[in-house]
């Protein structure tokens, strides 16, 4: 198996797709040429040739000609520079590509996967630092993802790329260069959906996924040392949603904290909240949700540093969590770390 980091697992399985499917299409604003923004489509262009395009700054015609596609029997794949600017093309993704199989009475399908990337990281301003993936979620026809490894960089997207309802994969910018690890290649493409079990342990449940799985198994090995155990779950998929895995390890530990780099408010974390309370599972301690505080991420690497999640922050919550009944919550229903 050869060691790929993020971004080359990424352009491992779009190769992947473009060579075993010919109703592919790669396409968006400096995907072929120039290789994207970030490098990540380098040297398809070359490879596949006309069926890897650069389009014009207009990410609202770059979807909905996707859509267009899709539904001609093509398979296309763009790319959007930042999750930000999805929200120029929001109608095509959920007025248009979420209905397509529901308004032809599943006569029509939308195969179309779109790649985007998301998060924080130093020195992004306020509109390149959002994460969006709770507004996707929310919205049926959807399908959303959030790969935090190589190995699943490459297999989820394989998922949705064979996916026949519109995907979008939100990948993240903080690991696109990232360690190298062995990703298996061949393996058989699985379906859409799942979840990891990143850390075992007995004492808390902690969901989350994306980039900040990596802050949280730091927590959790952390914790170790303290005799407290994390047993941390990344959800890789937000649609469809393992909400059976959850339930399971919340019956088990009696305790639950999701962690997400979104804003608290509307987050997902409260979808996850809502549904282990929906259950009946009794819960020793409140649940709490660990995410950015509702404010825009600021530009300077120091303050946004110092509101964003992080493995000390995930960490001092889960402290908190086992050692107090009473979590600190601020006025705005938040949990609170009042170091």
């Known amino acids: ?176 260069n990232g360690p190298r690890e062995n990703v298996e290649l061949d393996g058989p493409i699985a379906a859409v959906g799942g979840s990891r079990h990143r850390h075992r342990g007995e004492d808390i449940t902690v969901l989350t996924w994306g980039a900040q799985t990596h802050n949280v198994v730091a927590a959790a090995a952390e914790l170790d040392a303290e005799q407290i155990g994390l047993d941390v779950i990344e959800a890789v998929w937000l649609n469809p949603f393992d909400t059976p895995a959850v339930l399971d390890s919340v019956a088990r530990t009696g305790r639950l904290m999701v962690v997400h780099e979104a804003n608290v408010t509307g987050g997902f974390g409260a979808e996850v909240l809502a549904r282990v309370a929906e259950s009946g599972i009794s819960l020793r301690s409140p649940a709490c949700r660990v995410g950015l505080p509702d404010l825009r991420v600021p530009a300077a690497p120091g303050l946004s540093s110092a509101v964003l999640p992080s493995a000390s922050s995930v960490a001092a919550a889960a402290r908190t969590i086992i050692g107090s009944e009473s979590v600190p919550w601020n006025a705005a229903g938040q949990y609170y770390d009042a170091r």
């Open 1 to 176: 198996m050869p060691e790929l980091n993020y971004a080359e697992a990424v352009n491992a399985a779009l190769r992947r797709a473009l060579a075993e499917w010919p109703e592919t299409l790669l396409y968006g604003e400096d995907v072929a040429k120039p290789g994207g923004v970030f490098g990540v489509t380098r040297r398809l262009y070359r490879e596949f040739g006309e069926r890897v395009f650069d389009t014009p700054i207009s990410e609202s015609a770059i979807i909905g000609s996707a859509v267009g596609a899709a539904m001609m029997g093509r398979r296309p794949i763009v790319e959007i520079m930042w999750v930000d600017f999805t929200l120029v093309g929001l109608d095509q993704v959920i007025n248009q590509a979420a209905n397509v199989r529901y308004v032809s009475q599943g006569a029509l399908t939308a195969p179309l996967t779109i790649r985007t990337q998301q998060g924080a990281v130093p020195g992004s301003c306020a509109q390149h630092s959002q994460s969006l993936e709770a507004l996707f979620a929310h919205v049926p026809g959807i399908r959303v993802a959030l790969p935090s490894t190589p190995q699943d960089a490459y297999d989820v997207l394989l998922s949705a790329i064979a996916c026949d309802d519109p995907t979008v994969v939100i990948e993240a910018r903080a690991l696109y």
